[in-house]
C-alpha cells in the first residue's frame, strides 16, 4: 500500500504488528511496576527486617527520620525512576547528600552506612524479584519476561550505585577524606 500524492505514489506504508516484541516488553513493565506500586508497603517492610536483622537500623534514622519513612521515600523514588526511566532528580541527589551529611555529623563511620543501604537494598529486590516473577510466570513470551526481569536489575544495580555516591558525597562534605601521609625520611 502506497501513500498517494497528487496522484503520485510517495512510499509505501509499513504495518507493524501491535503486539510488538516492544510493545508487549513495556505493557508487562507497567503491571509489574504496578504490581509492586500496589505492595509498596510489603517491599519497605522487607527492607526495615533486613536492616534491622543486622543491627542497622539507628543508622539510617539518624536525622531523627524514621527507617520506615526513609525506606519508604527510596522505594518511592526507585519505582518513579523505573517507570519513567529516568536517572534521579536534583531534589533526590540532595536528599541523599543530606542522609550523608547527617550521618556523618552524628560519627558514624560511612562503611557502617553503606552496609545499612546495601542490606535494605538486597531485601528489597530480594522481595521485588519475587513480586516481578509472579506478574511473568504467565507471560506468552518467557525470554522478554526474563530480559525485563534482568534490565530491572540492572537499573537496580545503577540506582543504587548512584544513591550510595550521593550519600558517599554528602558523608565527604562533612568528613573530607584523609590523604594518606607520605612516609618522611628517617634521620640518622
Same mark, same amino acid.
Given at each position: 500500500?502506497?501513500?498517494?500524492?497528487?496522484?503520485?505514489?510517495?512510499?509505501?506504508?509499513?504495518?507493524?504488528?501491535?503486539?510488538?516484541?516492544?510493545?508487549?516488553?513495556?505493557?508487562?513493565?507497567?503491571?509489574?511496576?504496578?504490581?509492586?506500586?500496589?505492595?509498596?508497603?510489603?517491599?519497605? #517492610?522487607?527492607?526495615?527486617?533486613?536492616?534491622?536483622? #543486622?543491627?542497622?537500623?539507628?543508622l539510617l534514622e539518624t536525622g531523627g527520620v524514621a527507617l520506615e519513612r526513609r525506606l519508604d521515600d527510596a522505594v518511592q523514588v526507585a519505582l518513579s525512576a523505573w517507570?519513567?526511566?529516568?536517572?534521579?532528580?536534583?531534589?533526590?541527589?540532595?536528599?541523599?547528600?543530606?542522609?550523608?551529611?547527617?550521618?556523618?555529623?552524628?560519627?558514624?563511620?560511612?562503611?557502617?552506612?553503606?552496609?545499612?543501604?546495601?542490606?535494605?537494598?538486597?531485601?528489597?529486590?530480594?522481595?521485588?524479584?519475587?513480586?516481578?516473577?509472579?506478574?511473568?510466570?504467565?507471560?506468552?513470551?518467557?525470554?522478554?519476561?526474563?530480559?525485563?526481569?534482568?534490565?530491572?536489575?540492572?537499573?537496580?544495580?545503577?540506582?543504587?550505585?548512584?544513591? #550510595?555516591?550521593?550519600?558517599?558525597?554528602?558523608?565527604? #562534605?562533612?568528613?573530607?577524606?584523609?590523604?594518606?601521609?607520605?612516609?618522611?625520611?628517617?634521620?640518622?
Amino acid at each position: 500500500m502506497g501513500i498517494d500524492v497528487d496522484d503520485q505514489i510517495m512510499g509505501r506504508v509499513l504495518f507493524l504488528p501491535v503486539a510488538s516484541a516492544a510493545g508487549e516488553t513495556a505493557a508487562l513493565r507497567g503491571q509489574v511496576l504496578e504490581a509492586l506500586r500496589q505492595r509498596r508497603t510489603a517491599v519497605v #517492610e522487607e527492607m526495615c527486617a533486613g536492616v534491622r536483622r #543486622e543491627g542497622l537500623g539507628p543508622l539510617l534514622e539518624t536525622g531523627g527520620v524514621a527507617l520506615e519513612r526513609r525506606l519508604d521515600d527510596a522505594v518511592q523514588v526507585a519505582l518513579s525512576a523505573w517507570e519513567r526511566r529516568r536517572p534521579l532528580r536534583c531534589a533526590e541527589l540532595d536528599a541523599l547528600r543530606a542522609v550523608g551529611s547527617t550521618v556523618a555529623c552524628a560519627g558514624i563511620p560511612l562503611w557502617r552506612l553503606l552496609d545499612a543501604v546495601q542490606h535494605a537494598a538486597r531485601a528489597g529486590w530480594d522481595y521485588v524479584v519475587e513480586q516481578a516473577l509472579a506478574v511473568v510466570e504467565d507471560s506468552p513470551r518467557p525470554r522478554l519476561a526474563a530480559r525485563l526481569v534482568a534490565d530491572l536489575s540492572v537499573e537496580m544495580l545503577e540506582l543504587v550505585g548512584r544513591m #550510595e555516591g550521593q550519600i558517599a558525597a554528602g558523608y565527604g #562534605e562533612v568528613v573530607p577524606a584523609q590523604r594518606p601521609s607520605r612516609p618522611q625520611p628517617v634521620k640518622a
